[in-house]
């Protein structure tokens, strides 16, 4: 069954810092691949997803995602951390379109003045 | 649009009690998915409905049934609460008539149940 790993439960940037949030992947068949984000209070929304085509993926609020197959990997990066980038991240992964959707633990980021 | 609304917002039970936890969404989607957030876990799919009349197990099932009453509206329903059932509970749809993943999922706020 496929999973997500993501290294790191928590970590901090300081503001204006790259970031840089880690997930591997393990599926049988060509993943699609998903991150969300959660605000304090509030439910997931979807950043950004990768389904098929290009590996690069531009997500919402300046986020991007790599789908790297030789590595099994997809990290979510962003040029320059915002204070309003506080929140947990969560990888998620699917072998299929008609598949359920399996979350990683998630990554607290937060944000340094 | 209200987009995904859930009642209540918080619930603190006691052992053996049971309740319903409401979710409707305005935006016509045709899955509706209700998962359970607990620290340190992720996220983990309870049940889901792929159309109006359907419904499916998903991770983690025991101690829960739902109801799609209609297009709208999916609830979920703890019959006898467990103290292993504190969690926060999500609700989520998506335009999916399968209840598959490529289709983006929008989320509720929550509930936060507490089982004492």
């Known amino acids: 069954a496929q999973s997500v790993t993501q290294l790191g439960s928590h970590v901090s940037v300081s503001e204006g810092a790259l970031v840089l949030l880690r997930c591997n992947y393990s599926s049988s068949v060509p993943p699609y691949l998903f991150w969300y984000v959660q605000y304090p209070n509030q439910g997931l929304q979807l950043l950004l997803k990768?389904?098929?085509?290009?590996?690069l993926v531009k997500g919402i609020n300046g986020f991007e995602a790599e789908f790297k197959k030789s590595e099994t990997s997809f990290h979510l990066t962003k040029p320059s951390a915002h204070m309003s980038d506080a929140a947990e991240y969560f990888c998620a992964v699917s072998e299929d379109r008609d598949d359920k959707i399996n979350f990683g633990k998630g990554t607290r980021l937060h944000i340094l003045p | 649009n209200a987009g995904v609304t859930q009642t209540p917002k918080f619930q603190v039970l006691k052992t053996g009690q049971s309740m319903t936890l409401q979710c409707a969404q305005d935006?016509?989607?045709?899955?509706m998915y209700w998962y359970r957030q607990d620290p340190g876990m992720g996220l983990r799919l309870i049940y889901y409905?792929?159309?109006?009349?359907?419904?499916d197990k998903g991770e983690v099932p025991n101690g829960y049934n739902v109801s799609r009453l209609n297009k709208r509206e999916f609830s979920l329903r703890l019959e006898s609460a467990a103290p292993s059932q504190t969690s926060v509970y999500f609700c989520?749809?998506?335009?999916?008539?399968?209840?598959?993943?490529?289709?983006?999922?929008?989320f509720g706020p929550g509930t936060r149940l507490t089982v004492l």
């Open positions: 409905s792929a159309s109006e009349g359907t419904t």
């Open positions: 990768y389904t098929t085509g290009a590996t």
């Open positions: 989520a749809s998506s335009s999916s008539t399968s209840g598959g993943s490529t289709d983006t999922q929008y």
């Open positions: 935006m016509n989607h045709n899955s």
